[in-house]
């Protein structure tokens, strides 16, 4: 699924050419994270798709 998204990412990236934006974030962008961080990307995760699940849900009955 992460290779699925980073593709998306690379061909959004060079139609509004964006290939260095995308390369610096993709070089650093783990380079600072600790399990906090890590949990709280879970958390506010988690707590989206299930709201954007139920949105889904009463939009569609």
Do not use: R
Not at 19 to 37: P, R, V, Y
């Amino acid at each position: 699924m992460g290779t699925f998204v980073q593709s998306i990412t690379s061909i959004i990236s060079l139609h509004f050419q964006l290939e260095k934006q995308l390369s610096f974030w993709i070089a650093g962008g783990l380079a600072n994270t600790d399990w906090s961080t890590v949990k709280i990307l879970i958390i506010t995760g988690t707590v989206g798709s299930l709201s954007l699940y139920l949105f889904l849900i009463l939009l569609l009955y």
